[in-house]
């Protein structure tokens, strides 16, 4: 859904059709139990360009400063566009759980989406809990590692992610006060933040096979190479490298034959995360044509000296038959 732009603390218009006003009173402040927005799943794994995944935005511990729940909230979050494109936007669950909802905004814009969400319950009735506010369709479109970071709020502009509450004052009146929930964040990140290539995808038994790549800023710098043969599940260690100025590479000296898989594997803000596997063959060595020729060869050597014998018998045999 998209719609015009709109201020997101007009939420109060909506609010009013519940409530009498007689003044508004906006502050920002912190809640008894500070909520958290996060981004789940907080990594993402490395796909294939055109592949698609979903990740939601969710909220822990909503409440206001005075546990009435919150009324609205505006999500910004913000990725890489030359590595992602965010194709959709649904509104989570968690609001509409407690009654009818108004968005205000839903809008993908050149890595960065905007969302803000309005609860339509009479004041001080507000979303109280755990649950997700948002989900987010994504299309990998280029290669790398992307931030998926939760703007914070700026009071100053009133943008960025946060929360909002709406409640009657302690003397009973009909007096609409608001508040800005600045909650916690949780960002998240998209892709492997190692690369990892092979020199060769096939390569006879006796040779070696270079595997090289490179760790973005602030990964590593220590790299765990992995092997598995094709079509197996239990990886096994191959070698553990440093990188050096953001680049490793390890020379696998003579592999048996057959077909293998090859990973690498480097810490990034503190996640262990893999690159994509690469996958080489190494072949039985092969008769050359000479091998060939001189086998060949061999054979009818033997074949006609067998049949010389045997027809050497078969003449002698006769001869002596011929001789009684």
């Known amino acids: 859904m998209r719609i015009k732009n709109i201020p997101f603390l007009t939420f109060l218009t909506f609010t009013l059709l519940f409530s009498v ?3 508004i009173n906006l502050n920002t402040v912190t809640a008894t139990s500070t909520p958290t927005v996060a981004v789940v799943p907080e990594f993402v794994p490395i796909m294939n360009i055109n592949e698609t995944f979903t990740l939601n935005v969710t909220v822990t511990d909503a409440e206001s400063m005075y546990g009435v729940g919150i009324d609205g909230v505006e999500i910004r979050l913000e990725y890489d566009p030359t590595i992602l494109e965010a194709t959709n936007l649904t509104e989570g669950p968690f609001l509409r759980s407690f009654g009818e909802t108004f968005i205000m905004q839903s809008n993908i814009t050149d890595g960065r989406v905007w969302f803000t ?3 339509l319950t009479p004041v001080g009735q507000g979303a ?9 369709n994504f299309t990998v479109t280029g290669t790398g590692v992307s931030p998926l970071y939760l703007t914070p709020y700026n009071p100053t502009t009133d943008m960025g992610t946060h929360l909002v509450d709406s409640y009657l004052d302690a003397r009973g009146q009909t007096l609409t006060l608001t508040h800005v929930i600045v909650p916690a964040y949780v960002d998240g990140i998209y892709g492997s ?12 038994v006796g040779e070696n096979i270079t595997i090289s790549g490179s760790l973005v800023e602030g990964a590593g710098p220590d790299v765990s190479l992995y ?8 990886w096994i260690s191959l070698a553990n490298v440093t990188a050096v100025n953001g680049a490793y590479s ?5 592999p048996d034959a057959g077909s293998y898989d090859i990973k690498g594997v480097t810490t990034y803000l503190g996640e262990t995360l893999d690159s994509l596997p690469r996958s080489f063959t190494v072949e039985a060595p092969g008769l050359d044509v000479l091998t060939i020729v001189a086998i060949v060869f061999v054979v009818v050597i033997v074949v006609i000296v067998v049949a010389v ?6 003449r002698k045999k006769e001869e002596e038959t011929e001789s009684e």
Not at 128 to 136: E, I, K, N
Not at 250 to 254: L, N, P, S, T
């Open 21 to 23: 006003i007689r003044g």
């Open 309 to 314: 014998v045997y027809f050497k018998k078969i």
């Open 128 to 136: 109280t809990g755990s649950g997700v506010l948002l989900t987010v």
């Open 250 to 254: 390890y020379v696998w000296v003579k």
């Open 193 to 204: 933040p190692i690369t990892i290539s092979i020199s060769q995808t096939k390569i006879k």
């Open 227 to 234: 092997y598995r043969h094709t079509g197996e599940t239990a």
């Open 117 to 119: 969400d309005v609860l």
